[in-house]
Structure formats: C-alpha cells, structure tokens
C-alpha cells in the first residue's frame, strides 16, 4: 500500500464512518475497513474502477465529485478522504467547500509544486517537470491547479478552514508540518496531507 | 397445462391499496437450485412488465426459454449451482397467479374488468407471502430490472432488511410523464380493438390480438435505444430488393416489430397488460410514505447496487441516480454503476457482459459477506 495511505489510516480513529472520493479500485477502503472496522464508502470517476470495487464487496458509487457530491448529506460523515485529486478539478474551491459540508472532518492530500525537484526541473532545466507523483507531460496532465503545500496553508487561513494537521510525506520519511518549518517542509515533501475541520 | 404450474393459495386476507380485502387467492411460481441448509443462499427475483415466474431453463407452458436465461442459471451471472432462486408470477399476471383471466368463484366468469385494480405494493405483499412459506426470514439478495425493480424498491420499503443485498434495475421511484404516456398508448391499442369488448373477450374464447400486438410493438420501440435499432435495422428492406408501393412490411424494422406483436398474443392476456401497466403508472413510492424517500428507505440495512444503462430512455440514467440519491440521504449502504452500452432499456435482459460481470461480483461478493455475519451471530 502507498505510504501515503498508511499516514491516512493513521490519522483515522477507530469504528468510524468514511467516505472516500476517488476512491479507486478501493485499496483504501478495503485497508480501512479491515484494520479499522471503518464503515467505508468510496466515490469513483472511471468504470473499470467502480467494478473492482464492487467485485471486494465495497459500497461505491460512479460518479464525478465535481458535480456529484450534492447528493451526499450535510455532516454525514466523521471523514471525507480526497486523495490528490484536488489539483484536477476545474473549481476546486466548490469541492473543498462541499467535503467540509459533508464531512465533520477532511482530509486531503496534494501533490506538492514546491518539492524540490520540481523546483530544480524549473530552474536548472527550463522544463515543466515529469516525477513520480507528477507523471504526465503539460499536455496531457489532468492537473489544472497545482499548488504547493504552503499555497495550500495559505489559502486554508485565508478561507479560515480549521487545519488539525499537516503532514509531509518524501521516499524517506514522514513528518509533521507546522508554521515553524514550513518553508523547509515545503521543500523537501513530495505529498502533503491536511487534516481539516 | 395448469398441473407444471406451481402455486400458493394465499389464504391470509391481504389488504389492497384500492381498499378491497381479499384472501384465498393463488400465486404462481418457480424456483432453480436448492436452499442450503443454513438458508443463506436465496435470491429473489422480481419480473418485469411481460414476465412471469418461469426466469430460467424452459418455460413449461410456451417452450421457450426463460427469460433471464442470459443472467439466471448454472454457471450463470446468478449460478443456479450455487444459489436458490425464487420468482412468482406478479398478481395481476397471466400464467397461474390471480389475475383478470382467472375464474372469479362469485360468478363464476372471468374476473375481467371486475378484477380490482391493483398496484406493485400489492404485488410485492402477495410474493412476501411466499418466502413465509419457503421458510425463509432473510434473503441472500433480491433483484429485478424494470418493473421487476420497482416490485425491488417497494419490497425494501415494505419489508425492511428481509433481504441482505439488492439490485435495482433500470428503474425509478416513480413512473415518470413519458412512461405513463407509453403505457396509455398501449392501454388505447387494446381497448381499441373491438374484439375487447370491455374486457369480456373470454367468452368467446379469443383476444384483442391486433390492439394487444400494437401494444407490444410500442413497448419493443422503448426497449431499443435509437443508435441500437439504426445499426440492427437502418433502412434494410425485408427480403425484397425494393419498395413494393404497399402497405406491408417493407422494411425490417417493421416486421421485427409485427413478429414482436403477434407472437407476444400467443402467450400473454390484453387485460392482464392493463392491469400491471396501471400498476406501474401508479407507482410513486414518495407518496407512501409522509416524509418522502428518505422516510421509505430509513433505517435500511440492506447492502444496495443500483444499476442503469447508458442508452435507456425509459429509465434514465438520471432517475436511476435520483434512486441513489435518495438512498445516500437515507443513510443506506448504496453502490452504483452504469454500465455503456447501445442496447437500450433491454440490455438487461440480453447478453451484455459488463452487466452480467457486474451483477455476478456483487452477488457472490454479498454471499461472502452475508455468510460471515451469520458466523458472526453464531459465535
């Protein structure tokens, strides 16, 4: 399982109920549900997917979370999980705003734009950068607003949306961000994860 | 032809949605593969509109196949090796269940006309019956396409958690403008004919057969989607090389749909079209209940899969989802997946291997669930 699913998982209390957008072919939920005893549903955009699901016995639903998550009611969930999809929205905003509606608590991961590697591509090479959490090409990314994990603070503060915690995930390690380190978490972490009220 | 026809006598007094009290009524039904013994391999399934109880192998009264032959079976989508597969005749119906065809003891006529208007609640009540019968308290899972759905949503409304998983398909919560318009045109079709006569047309031992058969070709045009029936028919002629300047079936289309029609009369009764055509008109499961859906279908369970096909303009994709919708804001345990084909609102009742696929991993994912928690119990 990805390193950053077992951050996730460890951020989740016991006997809870989750909903899992973009859930995938369900590796989460089923992680979740078995370690857990978590009462998991995922949201899944691409078909193949939702049959994976729905073949391990999770509780899915195809659909987009860009226009979809209306049918999800207000606070009926403890934990609504998005997992590097923020980017790929066309109005991320929207969807931020529906997950803290639908969830008591949200957690969000975003591949981060300041890791340094991305940086070096830029600066050293004059080209948009290829890495392993950044895969595709600019011309064939899903990726219409990448941002950095201290973009990603910033505008949590200026929305005034409540961060529990932040954690910083790389190869090596993983570490909780606070304010303090920010700008050096910045740099060295692939993936942040934000634990949001 | 009446002794290959199994039945239940109902004989607890059942009340109808029209006010009527009736007991001492038959259902017809059938049942493929064998209850285990510890009962946790049932499934039920709900037939459509111009179904009956006979859903797979061969129908002892037409010779034909079954119906859902393509999904119900051994080694099928629903493996009759493995799981105990019940389906009755809808009351209402025509082969062997209490319907306008039958003899009413009071007069000794067919019922006809004075057969009493019944709904899909009453239909779902009458079955409910049968698995007391079967002595089965909790299904494995139930399932229906069409209407066969929405007998499904009505039963969970009814009788809350008395199966474990369902899918729903290719249905809605109520009968939408376009499906109630669809039904009156075939309704119209048959009384019509002026063999109908009111309904009385069984004491002279024939049908309505050119108003039924019309009725049928309207329901064959929403079974196809338009990109379906131009790509099996387009513009072919039927056997001949050119318009013959007459009114015959020139073209295949057309004599796909008066085989359709005629072979249909055959097996099915004109009355029993507008009873359960009626009964799905008035299908609006928002109205049972004061608080709406989420009121039906509060304090579920049951482990939903709500299926819809992409090409189905009788029951959209969006009502399908409007299903979903209302489920979620219940609080239920709800999947649901649409499965791309052209093959219209029939692809699930012919080959069409995403949805066979889909339908089998749910079910026998279900049955490992279900299994376990009855261990669970146990323990």
């Given at each position: 399982m990805k390193k950053e699913f077992r951050v996730i998982a460890d951020l989740l209390p016991k006997n809870i109920r989750v909903l899992d957008v973009?859930?995938?072919?369900g590796s989460l939920m089923s992680h979740l549900i078995k370690e857990k005893n978590i009462e998991a549903r995922g949201l899944e955009i691409i078909e193949e997917n939702v049959k994976k699901c729905i073949y391990k016995g999770l509780s899915v639903i195809e659909g987009n979370a860009e226009t979809e998550l209306h049918q999800f009611p207000t606070k009926s969930f403890d934990f609504v999980i998005l997992s590097q999809t923020l980017q790929a929205f066309y109005n991320p905003e929207k969807v931020l705003k529906d997950l803290l509606r639908i969830g008591k608590s949200v957690i969000i991961s975003i591949p981060n734009f300041g890791y340094w590697k991305v940086r070096t591509s830029l600066l050293f090479f004059g080209k948009m950068p290829v890495t392993k959490t950044l895969p595709n090409s600019w011309y064939d990314t899903p990726n219409l607003h990448m941002c950095t994990i201290k973009d990603f603070f910033d505008f949590c503060i200026e929305k005034k949306i409540n961060i529990n915690k932040v954690v910083g995930v790389n190869e090596e390690s993983t570490s909780e961000i606070k304010k303090s380190n920010l700008e050096i978490k910045n740099l060295f972490s692939k993936v942040g994860i934000f634990l949001l009220k | 032809m009446s002794e290959k026809i199994k039945r239940l006598n109902i004989s607890k007094s059942i009340l109808l949605d029209c006010k009527q009290t009736v007991k001492d009524f038959s259902l017809a039904y059938e049942t493929y593969g064998k209850l285990n013994k510890d009962k946790d391999n049932a499934i039920l399934v709900f037939h459509a509109l111009?179904?009956?109880?006979?859903?797979?192998?061969?129908?002892?009264?037409?010779?034909?196949?079954?119906?859902w032959v393509t999904a119900v079976g051994p080694g099928k989508a629903i493996d009759t090796n493995k799981y105990f597969v019940i389906c009755a005749n809808v009351i209402g119906g025509c082969m062997g269940s209490w319907g306008p065809k039958e003899i009413n003891k009071k007069t000794n006529e067919p019922y006809g006309l004075n057969f009493p208007v019944i709904t899909i609640k009453d239909m779902v009540k009458a079955q409910e019956t049968l698995l007391d019968h079967l002595g089965?308290?909790?299904?494995l899972c139930a399932t229906g396409g069409s209407m066969g759905g929405m007998q499904l949503l009505q039963f969970c409304a009814t009788f809350p958690n008395r199966t474990f998983s369902a899918v729903p398909i290719a249905c809605s919560t109520n009968h939408s403008a376009q499906n109630i318009a669809l039904n009156e045109l075939a309704r119209q079709a048959i009384m019509a004919d002026p063999v109908w006569e009111k309904g009385k047309y069984y004491k002279k031992n024939i049908q309505p057969k050119n108003g039924l058969a019309v009725a049928r070709m309207v329901g064959h045009i929403s079974y196809l989607s338009e990109k379906g029936m131009q790509e099996k028919f387009g513009r072919k002629l039927q056997e001949?090389?050119?318009?013959?300047?007459?009114?015959?079936?020139?073209?295949q289309v057309e004599s796909y749909l008066r085989h359709q029609g005629f072979a249909f009369v055959e097996r099915f009764d004109a009355n029993s079209i507008l009873y359960i055509t009626r009964a799905m008109d008035y299908f609006?499961?928002?109205?049972?209940?004061?608080?709406g859906l989420v009121e039906a279908f509060k304090n579920q369970k049951t482990k939903f899969l709500v299926i819809s096909f992409s090409?189905?303009?009788?029951?959209?994709t969006k009502e399908n989802k409007d299903t979903v919708i209302a489920l979620n804001s219940a609080g239920a345990d709800v999947s649901f997946a649409e499965i791309k084909t052209d093959k219209g609102h029939d692809s699930f009742l012919v080959n069409e291997p995403e949805f066979l696929k889909t339908l089998k991993g749910f079910i026998d994912s279900m049955h490992i669930k279900f299994k376990n928690k009855k261990n669970e119990k146990r323990i």
């Open positions: 973009g859930c995938g072919d | 111009t179904g009956d109880q006979y859903v797979s192998g061969t129908n002892p009264i037409t010779n034909k196949d079954g119906w089965i308290k909790k299904l001949k090389a050119d318009y013959e300047f007459s009114f015959d079936a020139d073209f609006d499961l928002s109205k049972q209940f004061k608080g090409s189905d303009w009788l029951y959209t």
